[in-house]
Structure formats: structure tokens, C-alpha cells
């Protein structure tokens, strides 16, 4: 099972991203995914997680309004629309997969992880 992230790269503040996740191997048609990100000298932040089924979502308060997740099971994919950036953005994007339905930003809840995309917002 892998999951593939991808988008990330260099964008000047106010700018917009769009990240995707690929799983391939199986499908999470029942389990919940979810983004994080770790900046430099910073601990993981969990920024959202989505149902697979209902598309219910979650969003941290520091990328509420800006950041949006949003799946396509046909494409055994989740994405992450990233829209007025700011240098404090900037980190490596990771996707999960939860071995649950229901997300959570607890890190023990997910069980397989994608190897991380970084993002750089320049001011």
C-alpha cells in the first residue's frame, strides 16, 4: 500500500496550492484521510481529515476558510486546496490514511502515510 502526495513547490504569499494523494494497493473506500504538516523545528500539525463516505470534514483553526479537503473515490485520491498561503505555511504536506471511518487528528489512528510534499510560501 502506498500513498503518493503531490503539488507541493514554491509560491509567493496569497498564492494557492493544490496537493493531491494517490493511494494505490487498496482502496479507503471506509477509512477516513487526513493531511498534516511539519515545519521546521515544529511538531506535526494535523490541519483536517475527511470521511471517506459523506465526505464529513474537519479543519484546524489555522487553516480554516483557507484550506479545503475534498476526495474522489473513484480516483482512490484526496486533495488538499490550499488558497491564500502565508510564509507560516510553509512545511512538508503529508497524507494519511486512517484505520478508521471516522477521522481524528490523532496520530495513532492512521496507519499508512504518504512521503510528504513541501510547500514554501514566500513573502
Known amino acids: 500500500v502506498q500513498l503518493q502526495a503531490s503539488g507541493g513547490g514554491l509560491v509567493r504569499a496569497g498564492g494557492s496550492l493544490r496537493l493531491s494523494c494517490v493511494a494505490s494497493g487498496r482502496t479507503f473506500s471506509n477509512n477516513a484521510m487526513g493531511w498534516f504538516r511539519q515545519a521546521p523545528g515544529k511538531e506535526r500539525e494535523c490541519l483536517g481529515h475527511?470521511?471517506?463516505?459523506?465526505?464529513?470534514?474537519y479543519y484546524a483553526d489555522s487553516v480554516k476558510g483557507r484550506f479545503t479537503i475534498s476526495r474522489d473515490n473513484a480516483k482512490n485520491a484526496v486533495y488538499l486546496q490550499m488558497t491564500n498561503l502565508k510564509p507560516e505555511d510553509t512545511a512538508v504536506y503529508y497524507c494519511?490514511?486512517?484505520?478508521?471511518?471516522?477521522?481524528?487528528?490523532?496520530?495513532?489512528?492512521?496507519?499508512?502515510w504518504g512521503q510528504g510534499t513541501q510547500v514554501t510560501v514566500s513573502s
Open positions: 494519511a490514511a486512517s484505520r478508521y471511518s471516522i477521522g481524528s487528528c490523532d496520530y495513532s489512528h492512521y496507519n499508512y
Open positions: 475527511i470521511r471517506w463516505r459523506g465526505g464529513i470534514t
